[in-house]
């Protein structure tokens, strides 16, 4: 079966440094997306990784290692904005999005 | 315009109406989807249009009615619902199906609750 997890809370600092890891197991890949999922909004776009290695974008970067089936999301300074859901999603051999079930990022002042 | 626009933003429906969800977006994207997101949960693909034209159904019922009346537009009407279909529905919509690399553009959703 298709399986991707995530911690599914993490609380972090305003200021600080949080990373969020996934791990996926699934049918084929053709590259993970990260979005980012406001409480009653939809979710947005942050990132996409279908080649190992880290990708930044100004404060938040993303990592993947296929031979692991591990990817990462990293958020630098904190602010109190970035408390959201982070969803990581895979797409599969038939080019299907697998979701993850999300990590709630909770932020403290 | 990076926008996929919903209507209505809330709805709420007796398990004996007809109702409509509308999506429409205008970044010349050839596939659109519908999903369905409950509480906390991550969005459930339902259907995928690719060229005006069905190509997946998630095994959806049938009180779930699809349409894709030209590229800009995706409808998904509603019959017959039960108290366990509410929840977030949002449309989305990218260059192509079946590209690896094109991200999803999601619109706002429709928060639909069945009483």
């Known amino acids: 079966g298709q399986n991707i997890d995530q911690p599914t809370e993490m609380t972090a600092t305003e200021g600080a440094i949080v990373q969020i890891n996934c791990t996926y197991q699934t049918s084929g890949f053709n590259g993970l997306f990260w979005y980012q999922q406001h409480a009653g909004e939809a979710p947005t776009f942050l990132s996409y990784n279908v080649l190992d290695g880290l990708e930044e974008k100004g404060r938040f970067s993303s990592f993947l290692s296929r031979s692991k089936g591990y990817s990462y999301l990293l958020l630098k300074e904190l602010q109190m904005k970035d408390s959201a859901s982070y969803l990581c999603?895979?797409?599969?051999?038939?080019?299907?999005?697998?979701w993850g079930a999300g990590t709630k990022l909770i932020i403290k002042p | 315009d990076t926008e996929v626009t919903q209507t209505p933003k809330h709805l709420v429906m007796g398990m004996t109406n007809k109702k409509s969800l509308k999506c429409e977006q205008h970044m010349g994207h050839r596939a659109m989807y519908w999903y369905k997101q409950k509480a906390k949960k991550p969005p459930e693909l339902m259907f995928v249009y690719s060229y005006e034209k069905l190509s997946i159904n998630e095994s959806v019922p049938s009180r779930f009615s699809p349409e894709c009346p030209n590229s800009s537009l995706l409808n998904l009407h509603l019959h017959a619902l039960q108290p366990e279909d509410s929840a977030l529905y949002l449309c989305a919509s990218s260059q192509e199906a079946s590209e690896a690399y094109h991200e999803q553009y999601f619109g706002p959703g429709t928060r639909l609750t069945v009483t």
């Open positions: 999603a895979v797409r599969d051999s038939n080019y299907q999005l697998i």
